[in-house]
């Protein structure tokens, strides 16, 4: 017996919904194992528990924020206490491999971590007068209303890169995961809600993505959504933008990625290998930081693509609950695009990896029955051209282009090239290279002898170009998304000093 888990709206379960609108989130590594039947939320159980959230907000900026830091201290505490049952619910429902997904869990401590502290500090500012006698303030204000709409390849440790800083900083949130991702992401909702959130500050709604975009557009006209977050396509991306734009509001996007990494003729190879073989093939390629395209210097080309194909084939593929590197795709979806690029692919381009397309039967890699499990062969192409689609598109799916190129300018040419910008890196010994390639990239992130994917939780997080709309995430940097500046003046010389006209003499 399946549980069926529902939205929860104002600390109470909100059952309603589309009659029969039941959907299964299934285990991808083994796809007639239902994890959970979740009661889809129909478009005015979204808007409605966004009226929820606008009641509850007012109450809940009145607690200091101190006050507020101590529940995400909480917050935090249960996370950890609960750690590894979370993170095999999310190595269950979207076959993340159990090592990622336990840092997955990490990465949201880390955030909790954090943000407790900020509850003290959610600093303002005093700023001199041009007029004597008069004191300038700043201070920082919760913007409303939160509407969070999460994706399911991080269906815990990304929403709470939302949830976290908005609920410190006195905000309430409407938050709407992906569906198929509903059971971890219920699971996180019960522990934040166990910290101490008062009923009506944290709302989760479990819909599908085109109720959820009418829900949001009801709520924006009834202007009870006051910021927008979302992580996803950038496809999706753009209609949120548009939505948002007609309502004078700038959402937060963290959108897709074309990662490129680039590897320098002094690269030490074996650290490039395994930065890549990490970067395409962990969450078997489904980070939005995952890597596109390696563009590696003619002199070291060969030699980089003969130890990273051997790499490959000697990764274990399978059974995410054990030490792989690859578990199954995220779900039925996400196989079916990546199929579609994987059927591109073979007449255009030299796979140089061996087998491509999805595993069944016997796999000798992972030791497990492929049938049935959504697994997919790694799969690295050579020699992809700067106009080539695999080049230009983000393909979400265990699939690295590799290229060459001879002068660093070259190379930074090709790492724009897509129009992406959300995450890059260098393989190099030579700091001038990396200086320099830091200088020219458009990407918000740049490593130096690292993968392009695993952030931190405490640095700025996010892209430029068509990886979203320049907004950030995490650290103090993500407060200017969900606090407004509020500027104050006091005056207190007894008569009317006007700015620009009452400057004072020297
Ligand atoms: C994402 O895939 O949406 O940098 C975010 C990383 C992660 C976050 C990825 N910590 O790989």
Redesign the pocket.
Known sequence: MTDEIVSVIGGKQARNGTAGDAYDSVNPARLDEVVARVRLADAETFSSACRTAAAAQAEWARVPAPVRGRVIASAGRLVEANAEPLARLVTREIGKPYAEALGEVR?IVDTCDFFLGEGRRLYGQTVPSEMPDKNLFTFRVPVGVAAVVT?G??PV??PSWYLVPALLSGNAVVWKPAEYAAASAHALYRLFAAAGLPDGVLNLVLADGPTAYEGLETALGEGTVHKVGF?GSTEVGRRIGELCGRHLQSPCL?LGGKNPMVVMPDADLDLAVEGALFAGFGTAGQ???SLGTVIAHESVHDEFLERYVRAVEEAAIGDPSGDVLCGPLLDRRFAARYEEYLGWIQPHHTVVSGPTGRITGENPRGGFTGEGGLYYHPVIVDGVRADDRLFLEETFGPIVGVTGFSTLEEAIGLANRPGYGL?SSIYTTDPKAAFRFRAGIGAGMVSVNNST???EAHLP?GGNGKSGNGSRQSGVWVLDQFTRWQAMNWDYSGRLQKAQMDVAEI
């Open positions: 990465e994706a390849n991080f440790a990304v992580t963290e980070r939005c930081t995450s994917s695993g952030a997080f």
